[in-house]
Each structure stands twice: as structure tokens, then as C-alpha cells.
């Protein structure tokens, strides 16, 4: 997606351990129009595969998630790395190692959220080594769902992630694919 490239061209930052800094318009201060038109990219690329639920994990997937699912015009629902007080027992849980963070996180779903006649889109902000997704993908496997595919708003191609997902037999689409980031500059997938 030219417009998302140019974006993380014109205003990402790359930190040592192959990190991306995009917080000026996705994961700490949102641009809200540069997320509809992610979601709708993500609603054309799905709108044929039968989406009843856009499955993602917080915090920084719910912006482009809840965008997709209203053009889908389906529920978004998050996958909560803290379980509140007010949740029951009658959740679905994963464990998922931040590679950012640095720490192990156990995501969670009510179950009354997501059902096995569900078809359901799996978005992340990121997809490097894969771990939220694979998280997601457990949660969803737990409760029984079909997985209509995989979508990230930037996939780091070089970390394994995406080929991960790919061996899982499920379909995956990636915004903006990195191929690498050599001398501090990002290098898109089939870029001259």
C-alpha cells in the first residue's frame, strides 16, 4: 500500500534490533484517517471471504481492526494482554512473548465473544516473529473458529513471521512488507 510506505518512509524511525518506530501514527498517537484507509484496504483484500469477526490484540491493532470491521460491517473484537476483574473464568488464553518488550504476555478472550460457526481476520499492527498471531491463532483455534486469513498493517519479511503464518496453510497480507532495514533506511519488499 503506496500510501502506508510512504508514510513509514516519510516519518518512521529505525532503532537498533531491527525495531520500526511508527508512533506518530499508529501505536502511540493515531492518525485516524490514515487508519480508515487501512481498514479499508484490509475490507477490499477480505471483502470476499466471509468475515463475520475481526479478531486482533491490544492495544496498537485495534485502530486499523475497528476501521476494517466497520467497513466489513462486522464486531472487532481484542484479545486483552491483562485479564480485568470483571472477566470470569470463561476465557481463551495464549501466551505471546513481546519481541519489543521483551516479556511474556498471556492474551485473552471471553468466550462468549467468538464462536465455532465464526469466520474470523486476524489483524496485527506488526508481524515480525509472529507471536501475537500466533496467540490469535490459538485463541481461535480454541474456540473452534475458521480462519479467514491474516492481515498486518507492516510484516518485518526477514524475521520469519509472515513465513510462519504462510506455513500454517493460512492466507496473509501484509500493507506494507519489509524486505530490510540496511543503513537506518527501510527497504520494502519489490522495491527498486
Not at 509472529?130 to 473452534?144: D, F, L, P, T, Y
Request: glycine share 8%.
Amino acid at each position: 500500500m503506496k500510501l502506508l510506505e510512504e508514510r513509514i518512509k516519510r516519518d518512521g524511525q529505525v532503532l537498533d534490533g531491527d525495531v520500526l518506530k511508527i508512533n506518530s501514527f499508529l501505536n502511540h498517537q493515531v492518525d485516524p484517517e490514515l487508519m480508515m484507509e487501512l481498514g479499508k484496504e484490509f475490507a477490499r483484500l477480505f471483502k470476499d471471504a466471509g468475515i463475520t469477526k475481526v479478531l486482533t490484540c491490544e492495544a496498537s491493532g485495534i485502530a486499523p481492526s475497528v476501521m476494517a470491521a466497520y467497513i466489513l460491517g462486522v464486531p472487532m473484537v481484542f484479545a486483552r494482554k491483562k485479564k480485568p476483574s470483571t472477566l470470569n473464568d470463561a476465557v481463551y488464553v495464549a501466551d505471546v512473548f513481546s519481541y519489543t518488550k521483551k516479556v511474556n504476555n498471556k492474551i485473552c478472550v471471553e468466550k462468549k465473544f467468538l464462536a465455532a460457526n465464526d469466520k474470523i481476520l486476524i489483524l496485527d499492527d506488526f508481524v515480525a516473529h509472529g507471536e501475537a498471531v500466533k496467540g490469535m491463532v490459538s485463541i481461535a483455534q480454541q474456540a473452534g473458529c475458521e480462519i479467514a486469513g491474516v492481515g498486518a498493517v507492516v510484516a518485518k519479511d526477514f524475521q520469519g513471521g509472515s513465513e510462519w503464518i504462510k506455513k500454517q496453510g493460512l492466507r496473509f497480507e501484509a500493507l506494507a512488507d519489509i524486505a530490510s532495514f540496511e543503513n537506518g533506511a527501510v527497504h520494502f519488499v519489490g522495491e527498486e
